[in-house]
T-cell receptor
Framework: GAVVSQHPSRVICKSGTSVKIECRSLDFQATTMFWYRQFPKKSLMLMATSNEGSKATYEQGVEKDKFLINHASLTLSTLTVTSAHPEDSSFYIC?????????????FGDGTRLSIL | RKEVEQDPGPFNVPEGATVAFNCTYSNSASQSFFWYRQDCRKEPKLLMSVYSSGNEDGRFTAQLNRASQYISLLIRDSKLSDSATYLCVVAGDSWGKLQFGAGTQVVVTP
């Protein structure tokens, strides 16, 4: 089945560091990828929609200068949390839609647990 | 008002019993509905889609009530491995944007 690989799975770093998270679709092409954030016992919240070859679309309240998204190919999107602070600590999950298998919803990566000290 | 609302639970269920729970959604234009399962500190995994006529997948039955804008999930003959958080997910007509509920926690006990 469709597989989405997300890396790294766990990051612990100091406040002020920038952290890059990669999301790859391993066996399908994804024109569109999505980035979510989930706080404990809360629902997944869509942060942005990443479109291959164009600028990402950010949800209301998400700072585009803080959460940089690059979708340079049909199989890779990256999210960079710039100058991370403790309040950015969260579970970040990417997902991707198979542009061929349009009758399937999104396939999720394993998630990245980010902890900012 | 949240777009997708769920009873957070937990629903404590004896092994072998049946458990059911609902999810309500606010956008009447929603077209697609899903149940996802999320284990602790893991990514969500698709459990099943929900169709207008209702559908069954083994021990799991999903129902959709468009008039009242809710979907339901029923788990029969609960197994210990069914313990998880079940996420209600609603999408528009393109599946481009999924709205997640906060999840209903189910705990199956021996």
């Amino acid at each position: 089945g469709a597989v989405v690989s997300q890396h790294p799975s766990r990051v612990i770093c100091k406040s002020g560091t920038s952290v890059k998270i990669e999301c790859r679709s391993l066996d399908f092409q994804a024109t569109t990828m999505f980035w979510y954030r989930q706080f404990p016992k809360k629902s997944l919240m869509l942060m942005a929609t990443s479109n291959e070859g164009s600028k990402a679309t950010y949800e209301q309240g998400v700072e585009k200068d803080k959460f940089l998204i690059n979708h340079a190919s049909l199989t890779l999107s990256t999210l960079t949390v710039t100058s991370a602070h403790p309040e950015d600590s969260s579970f970040y999950i990417c997902s991707a839609r198979d542009r061929v298998e349009s009758n399937q919803p999104q396939h999720f990566g394993d998630g990245t647990r980010l902890s900012i000290l | 008002r949240k777009e997708v609302e769920q009873d957070p639970g937990p629903f404590n269920v004896p092994e072998g019993a049946t458990v059911a729970f609902n999810c309500t959604y606010s956008n009447s234009a929603s077209q697609s509905f899903f149940w996802y399962r999320q284990d602790c500190r893991k990514e969500p995994k698709l459990l099943m889609s929900v169709y207008s006529s209702g559908n069954e997948d083994g021990r799991f039955t999903a129902q959709l009530n468009r008039a009242s804008q809710y979907i339901s999930l029923l788990i029969r003959d609960s197994k210990l491995s069914d313990s998880a958080t079940y996420l209600c997910v609603v999408a528009g007509d393109s599946w481009g944007k999924l709205q997640f509920g906060a999840g209903t926690q189910v705990v199956v006990t021996p």
